[in-house]
């Protein structure tokens, strides 16, 4: 059971793991678009949120997904990015899309964080 405080303490938590990925990820090149993109519920679909929308060098347009975890007992952090999530984050970036005519190259990567550690999984799921 989770104690007072703690929505607010896992929310200071997935926060500071976004800026450890942004951070990362633009080392690496990339450039930020969107943070926390939500999507509203449609029908018969759930809602979405993307943490990081980003461009690549070479133009391809990155969903990604940031996991943290204390340590990777359970599967970990990467482990944590379910189908059901994965249709989550599809059915967002689909949204995100039809602001583009013409949508460029795009990908779904995730940054788990393990224990302090990051891992950065570019193309992680495809569509």
């Not at 989770?2 to 896992?10: E, L, M, Y």
């Not at 059901?84 to 995730?110: E, G, N």
């Amino acid at each position: 059971m989770w104690g007072p405080g703690s929505k607010t303490q896992r929310a200071e938590t997935g926060s500071a793991a976004e800026d450890a990925a942004l951070a990362h990820l633009r080392q690496a090149g990339l450039t930020l678009l969107e943070r926390n993109y939500r999507v509203a519920a449609g029908p018969s679909r759930h809602a979405g949120e993307v943490d990081l929308i980003m461009r690549d060098r070479d133009g391809t347009l990155v969903f990604v997904e940031v996991r943290a975890r204390a340590s990777r007992s359970h599967g970990g952090a990467a482990a944590s990015v379910t189908a059901t999530k994965q249709r989550k984050l599809i059915y967002a970036a689909q949204h995100y899309l039809l602001r583009h005519a013409s949508p460029p190259p795009c990908r779904f990567d995730v940054v788990a964080i393990d224990g302090g550690e990051l891992q950065w999984l570019p193309a992680a799921f495809h569509l």
